[in-house]
């Protein structure tokens, strides 16, 4: 059974952007689209700094370093030069909160 973890508000995560949370240790990136969030490994997988400091589009979330792009559902690299997803979790929003579990959503 998964346990979640209420992590903020959804008014926290602007719609079409990106907030970086802690979940226990763990670093997340949250990605809003309208009342959709997605949660993603904070880290990129190229070069290992934060994906909440860069930018949403088209269903994407843009490491601001070197531009690797990963797909906000499935973690999967859509853009060089990162070859390596990240993890995702699963988000439950209850009510006006948003909760993330660390088990792997796929």
Known sequence: MSSFEKVCKLDDIPDGGVI???V???PV??????NEVYALHDVCSHAEVKLSEGEVYDGT???WL?????DVRSGKPTGPPATQPVNVYTVKIDGDDVLVSLSKES
């Open 24 to 26: 226990g240790e763990t």
């Open 66 to 70: 070197h531009g690797s792009c990963f």
């Open 61 to 63: 979330l843009e490491c």
């Open 29 to 34: 990136a949250l990605v809003r689209k309208g």
């Open 20 to 22: 970086g949370v802690e």
